[in-house]
């Protein structure tokens, strides 16, 4: 959520900020302006007659006074709950404006992304798809998968899914070495923590919703965004670093297309998640440590990569900035993503209410979040699959797994009919 002081005092750099990702007929700078203009006029106004108020009641009322009395309170209540709908049509329309971005960040949207670095050449071989491997090793099951929940949904198998398994264990194993909390977090969240996420009210369809009117995750960012949720921290003990394993839960609605199907796009994903609350002045600092991470684990996976800075239409409406690490998917000559490397700057702090206190001056300021894949692994099976297979068609485990997995090849096996 943006602060309505700045977008006061800086309204036309704000407007050219929101422009980068919005049309200008999408959003009114103006109308929260005159809204909180109309708060502070009607404040003015009721504090005026509270001070009346309080000064008549000091001194014996006669019938008059008592009479006058009562409607100085019902104005003095008119007023109240027209303030109370103000502020909340205020808070609406802030919660709908998406953060400023970074100079830095293009405007735009996917067709404006900058590729930023690269790693390693792109494997030379024309090779099966990563279903038709993963048929073929029968790791992957999508057709019983289909049969119990449907489309975009499929279930890991042997190996399959002691790589997957593997997987997340050398994330974890990398998280804690570098000095972050383990978590692991409920899997549905309240709308008040989907507000401080940012992910409502724009991206409401996009959740899946129970009949509690809990949303389950799509990402472990949502739960951790809203770790230190209405609290004051101690500025002298950020940052604080934590890390969660949840499963990633998206209706992504919509037809997908052809080139989509497989686990490059589904409804239940597995992720690990980076999350840092910091003071302000280590944010840019900390976004970079995080891109850092994010591009070892998939460099020390051998897999070919490219880094994207992503356009503002492309990026998260909470971010500042976000950079995306896609791995290369052959047979369907595109990258795709396995981890976005965000700063929120204090949008979601101000969403959340999640402040820290300075010592010298024990003032208490917002925070700055900061988050990053680290990694997500649905896309990460598919370029292990396709990049490393060999020409006996067997696949090649990268060697960062073979303390997890203790195979260095998967090969074919002999399907079970069962």
């Known amino acids: 959520m943006l602060d309505i002081n700045k977008i006061r005092e800086n309204k036309e750099e704000i407007k050219k900020s929101l422009l980068k990702r919005l049309n200008e007929d999408e959003f009114d700078l103006d109308k929260v302006i005159s809204l909180d203009d109309k708060r ?3 404040l003015t106004e009721v504090e005026e007659l509270k001070k009346e108020r309080n000064k008549r009641s000091k001194v014996k009322p006669d019938e008059k006074d008592i009479q006058e009395l009562k409607l100085i309170g019902d104005k003095v209540k008119k007023i109240d ?5 103000i502020k909340k049509e205020i808070q609406n329309n802030l919660f709908a404006l ?22 390693k050449e792109k494997p030379k071989h024309s090779p099966k798809d990563h279903i038709q491997l993963a048929s073929d090793l029968d790791i992957i099951d999508y057709k019983r998968a289909a049969k119990m929940a449907g489309s975009g949904f499929w279930i890991y198998k042997n190996e399959g899914a ?3 398994w593997a997987l997340l264990n050398y994330f974890i194993d990398f998280h804690r070495k570098n000095g972050y909390t383990f978590l692991i977090p409920p899997f549905l969240l309240n709308e ?29 960012e949502m739960m951790l965004a809203n770790y230190h949720r209405d609290e004051i921290l101690n500025g002298s003990e950020l940052p604080l670093k934590y ?9 992504e609605a919509g037809a997908y297309r052809k080139e989509e199907r497989g686990m490059i796009r589904g409804h239940q994903f597995n992720k690990i998640e980076m999350f840092q609350f910091v ?23 051998g897999l070919h ?51 820290y206190r300075e010592k010298k001056t024990n003032k208490t300021y917002f925070v700055h979040t900061l988050n990053a894949s680290g990694l997500a692994t649905s896309r990460l099976i598919p370029a292990i699959l396709e990049q490393f297979q060999q020409e006996d068609g067997s696949v090649k485990v990268p060697e960062a797994l073979h303390p997890y997995l203790k195979l260095k090849t998967i090969n074919a096996r002999k399907k079970n009919s069962n």
């Open 40 to 42: 502070k006029k009607l």
């Open 81 to 85: 709950e027209e303030i109370k709908e």
């Open 98 to 119: 998406p953060n400023i971005v970074a100079s830095d960040v293009p405007p735009g949207g996917k067709e404006s992304n900058q590729v930023i670095k690269t790693f």
């Open 162 to 164: 002691l790589l997957e």
């Open 192 to 220: 008040k923590s989907a507000y401080t996420s940012g992910h409502l009210p724009k991206f409401r369809d996009d959740l899946f919703w129970t009949q509690d009117n809990l949303c389950l995750n799509a990402t472990s």
């Open 243 to 251: 890390f969660a394993y949840s499963p990633c839960f998206r209706r």
């Open 279 to 301: 003071l302000p002045g280590e944010s840019w600092k900390t976004f970079e440590e995080l891109l850092e991470n994010a591009e070892k684990l998939t460099a020390d996976l």
């Open 305 to 355: 990569f490219q880094s994207s800075l992503l356009a503002a239409g492309d990026a998260s409406v909470a971010m500042a900035k976000t950079v995306d690490i896609e791995v290369w998917i052959p047979s369907m000559g595109i990258y795709k993503e396995v981890s976005s490397v965000s700063n929120a700057l204090d949008y979601q702090a101000r969403r959340g209410n999640i402040k």
